[in-house]
Nanobody
Framework: QVQLVESGGGLVEAGGSLRLSCAASVSSFRFKVMGWYRQAPGSQRELVAA???????NYADSVKGRFAISRDSAKNTVYLQMNSLKPEDTAVYYCNAQNTITDINYWGKGTLVTVSS
């Protein structure tokens, strides 16, 4: 059973930083893509950032230059470093991983990030 466990969310003032972590219960080499999505109240879930095997990254326009995604395969963990946070970054952040062979998507339970103005 694949489990993704997020941590690192919390309350931060605008302009501050947080680092989210997502630890997988299995080898992350199983996943061709690992990433972060977020969902604000009343909004659809949206892609924030993703990293593909080989290190290629993709970011939502709204976070480019402020957020950085990284992947530590030895620790089966993906990180999201969030800097210069804005109130509009407030959301539940979900970790996602896509299996290389089956294309099955796995999701964490989410971690809440609240940015106060």
């Amino acid at each position: 059973q694949v489990q993704l466990v997020e941590s690192g969310g919390g309350l931060v003032e605008a302009g501050g930083s947080l680092r989210l972590s997502c630890a997988a219960s299995v080898s992350s080499f199983r996943f061709k893509v690992m990433g972060w999505y977020r969902q604000a109240p009343g909004s659809q879930r949206e892609l924030v950032a993703a990293v593909i095997s080989g290190g290629i990254t993709n970011y939502a326009d709204s976070v480019k230059g402020r957020f950085a995604i990284s992947r530590d395969s030895a620790k089966n963990t993906v990180y999201l470093q969030m800097n210069s946070l804005k109130p509009e970054d407030t959301a539940v952040y979900y970790c996602n991983a896509q299996n290389t062979i089956t294309d099955i998507n796995y999701w964490g339970k989410g971690t809440l990030v609240t940015v106060s103005s």
